[in-house]
């Protein structure tokens, strides 16, 4: 009776352990864009806030530490211990803010020290899934933790703009802080079975080594590695194509008013929830043999955007050259955010949970450090190419074939081995 229970839903603890990441991932979304208000009121400078963006992305890079502690600590107290210390910073910035301490200085700390947390939680959490979930169930329940991180981002914007010119910036920090309490009180009633290593000698040493022992073991598992590339390589040329490409496209080529922007921003964004939410269904149609037929679909997407912008379709009307591109882009994300997901589980179920910790937060790290790099190229070739802003996307199309066609041929030999 009890499996038949199990089978039906997912278990009380993957539950608890959701509904404290909805906590505690808006609470986090909501006070990073009440900063960015904050920050544009107080300075007027748009520019002086992406600095402030761009270095507290910097804590990513140490996300394989936060793996290497997930493998060596109970996960469940780590996500706890990183909500607290959350929301003890978010309160001492209310402190601080209530002394009158308010300089960008102080919100740029704030930024990086948090980002810092969350670098180190996210693969508690990651790590935690396999061991929540039955494997069948595996892909429906990172499509949901995935859904979760893309609705806050939707929602960030929306409940953000509304509570900062409703409440102020002090009470929508506090009202963080107390999320961020709250997810770290709910937390403390799940259980993720836990085995204590045996440590050599100090803490420190025996996390570097076991930090060198996942690299290794990245790199010598010849599946998780390629698996590693995919993903670096889904980042590189798919995540900058929306953050730079598209509101490019939607803004300065197509002109679209302020309305339309944001109706096809906020549809893509959708389109992300909607992929990751439906995961279980897509799940049971992939496979490791027909994963790059996913990626080559992707590309023939593309061909369409390329088409939506060509002087012959903007010349007939806007309204053809925006359903059409914002169409394309929508199935794209879509697909993109599935094929993203299927790979994280592919890895989750070829790694021993002892090294799972570590191995995500490789992955995670090495595949976010593509999407800057693959933006700062993305804003070079759509400035070169500002009239004829069809031809990067081409170049991407024909990337992500080259993509497809190398991912039918280096996974072919791996077929057997994860059938086995």
Known sequence: MESQIKRKGFSKDFNLMVIGQI???????????????YVLDITGRADLFAVLFAISS????????????????????????????????????????????????LIGVV??????VSAMYAPAVMASIPVLVEEEKLEQANGIVNGIQ???NVAAPVLGGILYGLIGLKVLVVVSGVFFFLSAILEMFIHIPFMQREQDGHIIPTLVNDLKEGFSYVVKQ????????????????????????????????????????????GLIDFA???????????AKKMGITNLYSWIFITALLIIPMAIAVTPLLLNI???PSYILFVLSALLIAMIMTIISIYVITLVQKETPNENLGKVMAIIIAVSQCMAPIGQIVYGLLFEAFSVKVYVPILMICIAMVVMAITTKRILRFEKSEVAN
């Open 23 to 37: 906590i505690s991932i808006l609470g986090s979304a909501l006070l990073r864009f009440a900063l960015s208000l």
């Open 58 to 105: 910097v804590p990513i890079l140490l996300a394989p530490l936060g793996g290497a502690i997930a493998d060596r600590f109970n996960r469940r107290n780590l996500m706890v211990i990183f909500d607290f210390t959350s929301s003890i910073i978010v309160f001492t910035f209310f402190a601080m803010l209530a002394i009158g301490n308010s300089s960008v200085l």
């Open 111 to 116: 930024m990086v020290l948090l980002s810092l």
């Open 150 to 152: 893309a609705l806050s």
């Open 222 to 265: 010849s599946f998780i590695f390629k698996c590693m590339i995919l993903a670096a390589l889904l980042n590189l040329l798919l995540t900058p194509l929306f953050v730079v490409g598209v509101p490019i496209i939607l803004r300065v080529t197509m002109q679209s008013s302020d309305t339309l922007y944001g109706v096809g921003m």
């Open 272 to 282: 992300t929830i909607l992929g990751a939410l439906s995961m279980g269904y897509f």
């Open 317 to 319: 009307g806007y309204y």
